[in-house]
């Protein structure tokens, strides 16, 4: 038997056939309605070449029977399927073998990470003469802002990260400074959000207990003991930088900020900076919503916390669509579930073969719940695989921060829509070593998830979406194959997915 690839597929769902070659094994699947002939062998398929019985039209491919062109009403939830077939290798690759630069809760050996961050937060708001500070921006608008937790607190940074680490991480204050008045004008500072001079100056005179953040008593504070925002009345600031990235001496590439007289004596910063523009004093409206768009803080502590990458593009929110706080952030959006995963807040099951019976998904707003699906053809350590879950906007609750939630949730109406979310994953292809994201768009899901060319190129894969991006009921064509980075069937497919709702189904 010839080590390729050969399959075909023919389903009067699809009404289409393909076929394509590559490497390690034969496969061949036909199907006509739901009568399906599987065969496959050869190097690395697993055992010799075996064939099935055509099952009797009607009785779906795998365990349990299936009306043709009907849509999953019921079935076994996620979570709870039985994933002991697959090596535990393979899977504990993906859970923890390559976070690339995100921190994670847990080190490649499943340990945990003594660098993951602590969830404190400084906050320092600051004023120049030729930017006053916004008199509505007190102490307490800050902390009911970013630190407030608990039922009818209303929408807060913390709940947003409460909500998405499903319990797991809480932000708390380290610290909320009085004002710090600068003699200079901001335009003394070269860009002054890289410039290493301004955070010392800042720092100087914040009155924050350093000495209670400072865990080891080092006098050096860590990414892990704390994150620094500082809070600037200019109407614009969103940005996030490290000391290496200011521009006073780039060929030094500051690994942190040494020696800074503090009120509370001399220590040492590594923390990168969040700088965040409040309303200016002078903005009629300074008093409404001083801190303009509260998503961009989660966006921006998302890098300072975790080094979550942007994943927006110069003509569009890139790879994740308009589903990621990290691609798009003027409006609530949960993180992606891939960031979630190596964070370290969820480790779902790992399907490597079809069940061939419907499954549910409950909302990932609300659940732990998601699924890993990797090729039949993949070996550890695995570098390409799908992660699945159910987006349902309405299942955003806050956790009871609001007395009435909206119909939209409150975390996730930023979305174009509810539905099921498939995710393309590439380990490290990213810019940086960051992982490449896809969003599957339900659009035109058959295709190359990365294209042929980069994703800045003219044929970049999926990037952009939108409405119509996750998948629902389709009586039409209700069976979706996924595509793999070299455009080829990854042997994977699903169908009869369900409309929007929780929980969704699925048969896979």
Not at 13 to 37: F, N, Y
Not at 230 to 235: A, E, H, I, Q
Not at 491 to 503: D, E, H, I, Q, T
Request: proline share 7%.
């Amino acid at each position: 038997m010839s080590n390729t690839v050969e399959w075909s597929l023919e389903m009067s769902e699809v009404g289409a056939r393909r076929t394509t070659r590559g490497p390690r094994c034969s496969v061949r699947i036909v199907a006509s309605g739901l009568a399906a002939v599987l065969a496959w062998g050869g190097v690395g398929c697993g055992g010799p070449e075996q064939e099935s019985a055509p099952r009797q039209e009607g009785a779906g491919i795998g365990q349990t029977a299936q009306a043709e062109s009907s849509t999953c009403t019921q079935g076994d939830d996620v979570r709870y399927l039985d994933d002991s077939a697959v090596p535990a290798a393979l899977k504990n690759n993906i859970y923890y073998g390559s976070p690339g630069p995100i921190i994670s809760r847990y080190r490649t050996d499943g340990t945990l990470n003594p660098n993951y961050p602590s969830g404190k937060v400084v906050v320092i708001p600051f004023e120049t003469p030729d930017l006053p500070r916004n008199p509505a921006v007190t102490k307490t608008r800050i902390y009911d802002t970013f630190f407030a937790t608990g039922q009818l607190t209303g929408i807060t940074v913390a709940q947003y990260f409460l909500e998405n680490s499903w319990g797991s991480f809480l932000v708390t204050s380290g610290g909320i400074s009085d004002w710090v008045s600068l003699s200079k004008n901001i335009s003394a500072y070269t860009g002054f959000e890289g410039d290493a001079a301004l955070p010392r100056d800042v720092l100087r005179y914040a009155n924050i207990n350093w000495a209670s953040l400072d865990t080891n008593g080092d006098h050096i504070i860590t990414p892990a003991e704390a994150q620094l925002v500082f809070l600037v009345s200019n109407g614009y600031s969103a940005a996030t930088r490290g000391f290496k990235d200011y521009g006073v001496n780039p060929a030094a590439n500051l690994s942190m900020l040494s020696n800074v007289l503090t009120p509370g004596g001399t220590y040492s910063f590594k923390p990168k900076v969040v700088y965040f523009g409040t309303k200016t004093a002078a903005d009629p409206t300074y008093n409404t919503n001083p801190f303009r768009y509260e998503p961009a803080i989660a966006h921006e502590l998302g890098h300072a916390f975790f080094n979550l990458v942007d994943r927006y593009l110069s003509n569009g929110p890139g790879g994740v669509g308009s589903y990621d706080i990290m691609s798009y952030s003027e409006s609530w959006r949960h993180m992606n579930i891939h960031d979630k995963l190596k964070i370290g807040w969820i480790r779902p099951k790992v399907l490597q073969s079809h069940l061939g019976r419907c499954v549910a998904f409950p909302a990932s707003e609300s659940t732990r719940a998601a699924l890993i699906l990797v090729s039949p053809l993949s070996t550890s350590p695995q570098d390409e695989y799908w992660i699945i879950e159910n987006r349902n906007r309405p299942s955003s609750g806050c956790n009871g921060c609001m007395l009435f939630t909206p119909p939209n949730g409150v975390f996730d109406p930023g979305i174009p829509e509810s539905g099921m979310a498939v995710w393309w994953v590439k380990t490290g292809a990213y810019f940086n070593g960051h992982d490449d994201v896809r969003l599957v768009d339900a659009n035109d899901p058959e295709r190359d998830p990365n294209g042929t060319t980069p994703i800045t190129g003219l044929d970049p894969g999926f990037i952009n979406q939108g409405a119509g991006a996750l998948f629902r009921e389709d009586t039409v064509d209700p069976t979706k194959v996924l595509m793999d980075s070299n455009g080829s069937w990854s042997l994977l497919y699903f169908r009869y997915a369900s409309n929007p709702g929780s929980p969704v189904y699925a048969e896979l």
